[in-house]
């Protein structure tokens, strides 16, 4: 095992439990379940406070009464999402299982021939994103914001291995991981969605926000 501290070991084993209770509740019971905890919980953290000052200023016709129906769904669709962790590869292998919105677009690119960006955010089944890849075969590579556990991170790195699929953290190496795929005509899926405290300012929902330009300007230069 890794050389890590005893916070980041007690975080794994208390994961990997987690992750084997869902598993063992089945798919539908453990969304349930997973969904219930997250509400319990997380109205009680403190981003709670900042999500509702995120939802306050970016939707500012909502009610408060409807801010706090939206918070819960938000909890609701996290922990759904967590607690169908075990089940994902079983979900993408049912092709009854997710309906794909967009798929011309993919079709498009696979007839281009060309580089192309797949780019979303960390809502919904984002987990699910692997069906990108194995619609594209073997050429697509997933840039991600890796886990601060490394312990973690190889425990759902495992749980995510795709033959479609070549995962990749952000960074300097997801960074030669765009250039080299854009060269060789490969799919790009982005999932980049975290704050930045550098890049461009750029309007979002009303307020300036820093975002990283490179994906633009990747695309813009080696027409993408």
Known sequence: MKDVSLKYRLEWIGVRITIWIFGCLGRRRAA??????????????????LARTNMEQALPDLSPEEIDINLMQMWDNLGRNIGELPFNKSIMADPKAVEIIGG???????ESEKAAFFVTAHYGPWELVGLVGQ????????????????LVEDFFQEMRADPHYKFVPKGREGARAILKAARAGGAIVLLNDQKLNGGMAVP??????????????IACKMDV
Do not use: C, D, Q
């Open 204 to 217: 979002f929902f009303g307020r300036e926000a820093m975002t990283a330009p490179a994906v633009a300007e």
């Open 104 to 110: 011309e677009h993919m079709e498009a690119y696979l």
């Open 135 to 150: 619609r594209l075969g073997e050429r697509a590579t997933g840039i991600y914001r890796a886990a601060n556990n490394p």
């Open 32 to 49: 349930a379940f997973g969904g219930w905890l997250a509400r319990k919980i997380g109205s009680h953290m403190k981003v709670h406070s």
